[in-house]
């Protein structure tokens, strides 16, 4: 199931309901120090892991003392196996909400010492008279609702709850469908629902910015005691060997004790029989640490370091753990990744980031604070904390008054070394570029120095991130020229055939291209594509590449169903990760003559000298 909004009722800061939407891969939620980022974050700790609070969570300023916490769902399991012969769906169950999204709310009544928990699913549910509570009763109460009505009992299978719930509901006109909320831990189905929906729950990994960063971590050591379960397991029988060998040994010890004891007085025992009070613990005998280059042991390198190590095992116990409880989805929450990171491990840290919450079934969420890190997100993720004057606290999303308020606030500034701005259609075009520019054969050999120094600035048009966004919009009184790069596209005439002549019309130095081939991963040798992605697709001018890759893709994994049955979505998510891949593996992996051999080369370089005649 995938994340798509947080609901916070009363929760610590958070006064009243306040709810947050979620992004399909990476969202980042920027503020100040104390703005409630952490709240966030310990709020799907609780839903997802512990759903336990305490009495002081609920906020100071509420106005009664019930704190909830809720998550919407999409991505719904498409049945639910109550029993054997009891199959049903949420849908048939009245348990979607008015935009067919799983929500479930955990209600928490502040007022007790310890407070209690209702699971409440909040959904368009029948409301007319012997419809609403159907949820909660046992097979017998079913029955007799059922004997009530119009209906043919020898059409209906009574030994199935959800069959019967269905037979009720469709002998009704009107069942008046408004939002209601289910308790979901009370009793009946509804229960038994909820204990099934727990296992599509998606795998929630917090890891928290004030962690003491050693190798005693239980981000360390799980993952370590786990690999060395896993090999106890597997010398059952020598460690069985060993147990009778030592139980062999301590019998002759107590043998020959027993003999000098019977020396003294015959009477006072009989015999004497060695046993172990408990099992033996193998995996307690084996406590591992790590050490790095030279023999450095993790707990001497820089806190930097430590950190970066930590994360990565952080990450291999979720991945371990989403396996073992067979879970389709992950979350990923990292507090303030930033900390005690160089600028330059800050970008690869957001670049690994990306890259993770775009692989299938994975969601990834950060906080922080710092501009370096802030400005690498992409625009569509980014959520805006802030505290008004009466302390309340409020999520902004994207539009241009809140990036311009978080660049202000944060010191994100604009690069006024700049010289020329090239403009394409999204951050897969920028990874393109940048690989073939450190193989094209230029007159002036520095550009690939160029687009990773100041006087370029690369501005993916979508996807953009908040430094982009920076850019374009404080320099775009500056009179910089553009160089804009557009694909082709399959329609005809082109779709950015009047942008791009607009363009060229300015008189101000700026150029626009429309890329003679379909768009950029036309221009990919099949050769390079098969080094990357293990795949062998043919590629012409107008095929459409990225499809023809994850198709392949898709059919190379174990048990995958036929191409054609994938639903619409799922091949546009799988379309998308393959052009992610094209850009950024096989692009590196082009050679001048795999460009000669695509008939790109002279164009190509094109696009590039023309960038190069407008640096100043």
Not at 3 to 26: C, D, H, M, Q, W
Not at 352 to 378: D, F, M, N, R, Y
Request: hydrophobic residues 35%.
């Amino acid at each position: 199931m995938i994340l798509k909004t947080l609901i916070l009722k009363n929760f610590r800061a958070y006064r009243g309901i306040v709810r947050i939407p979620i992004s399909e891969n990476l969202t980042a939620f920027i503020g100040r120090n104390d703005v409630g980022k952490s709240s966030i974050l310990d709020a799907l700790d609780i839903f997802l892991n512990s759903p336990k609070i305490e009495k002081e969570d609920n906020c100071v300023h509420s106005e009664d003392n019930e704190t909830r916490i809720g998550c919407v769902f999409s991505g719904l399991p498409s049945s639910l196996i109550l029993d054997e012969s009891s199959p049903t769906d949420l849908a048939a169950e009245y348990l979607l909400n008015a935009e067919g999204d799983l929500e479930v709310h955990f209600a928490f009544d502040c007022n007790l010492k310890t407070p209690k928990l209702k699971v409440l699913a909040i959904a368009q549910h029948p409301s007319a008279s012997g419809c609403s509570e159907l949820l909660l009763m046992k097979n017998a109460n079913l029955k007799t609702e059922l004997s009530k009505l119009d209906v043919d009992q020898k059409t209906v299978d009574q030994r199935s709850n959800p069959a019967i719930r269905k037979a009720i509901w469709g002998a009704q006109t009107d069942l008046m469908l408004c939002d209601e909320e289910i308790e979901l831990n009370k009793e009946g189905d509804a229960k038994r629902i909820w204990e099934q929906l727990q296992k599509y729950l998606p795998v929630f990994a917090l890891f928290k910015s004030d962690k003491a960063s050693t190798d005693d971590d239980s981000e360390v050591q799980d993952p370590l005691k786990a690999a060395v379960k896993q090999a106890l397991g597997g010398l059952r029988t020598e460690l069985g060997n060993i147990e009778g060998k030592v139980r062999d040994e301590a019998l002759m010890v107590a043998k020959r004790t027993l003999g000098k004891l019977k020396e003294l007085d015959s009477k006072l025992a009989s015999e004497l029989s060695p046993k172990f009070k408990t099992d033996p613990k193998w995996d307690s005998i084996f406590k591992l640490t790590l050490d790095t280059d030279d023999q450095i042991p993790v707990n001497k390198r820089g806190s930097g370091v430590r950190r970066l190590i930590l994360l990565s095992f952080f990450r291999a116990e979720a991945e371990r753990k989403r396996f073992e409880e067979e879970k389709t989805s992950v979350i990923y929450a990292i507090e303030e990744p930033e900390t005690s990171q160089h600028p330059y491990n800050q970008k690869l840290l957001v670049k690994s980031l990306k890259e993770l919450a775009g692989t299938e079934g994975t969601q990834v969420i950060i906080s922080t604070h710092v501009p370096g890190l802030a400005e690498l997100v992409p625009l569509e993720g980014i959520r805006y904390i802030r505290k008004s004057e009466n302390n309340a606290r409020s999520i902004e999303l994207s539009d241009n008054e809140v990036y311009e308020r978080i660049a202000e606030e944060l010191g994100v500034l604009p690069d006024n070394r700049v010289s020329v701005f090239v403009c394409v259609e999204g951050p897969n075009d920028v990874a393109f570029l940048r690989h073939i520019s450190r193989i094209l054969p230029l007159q002036n050999n520095t550009i690939p120095d160029l687009l990773s120094g100041p006087e370029v600035a690369l501005l993916p048009l979508g996807g953009s991130t908040l430094r982009n966004w920076v850019d374009e919009h404080y320099l775009r009184g500056l009179n910089k020229p553009e160089v804009h790069l557009y694909d082709k596209g399959h329609e005809e005439p082109p779709k950015y055939q009047r942008a791009s002549e607009t363009i060229n019309a300015r008189g101000d130095g700026s150029v626009s291209f429309i890329t003679q081939k379909r768009e950029i991963e036309n221009y990919l040798h099949p050769d390079a594509i098969s080094n990357a992605l293990s795949v062998r697709i043919q590629v012409d001018d107008d095929m459409d590449v990225p499809l023809a890759v994850a198709r392949s893709l898709h059919e190379k994994e174990p048990s995958a169903i036929p191409w054609d049955e994938v639903a619409d979505d799922k091949k546009e998510k799988k379309k998308s990760r393959a052009k992610h891949r094209l850009n950024a593996e096989a692009a590196a992996r082009m050679t001048v003559p795999m460009l000669d051999e695509r008939g790109a080369t002279k164009e190509i370089q094109g696009w590039f000298e023309a960038i190069i005649e407008r640096i100043e």
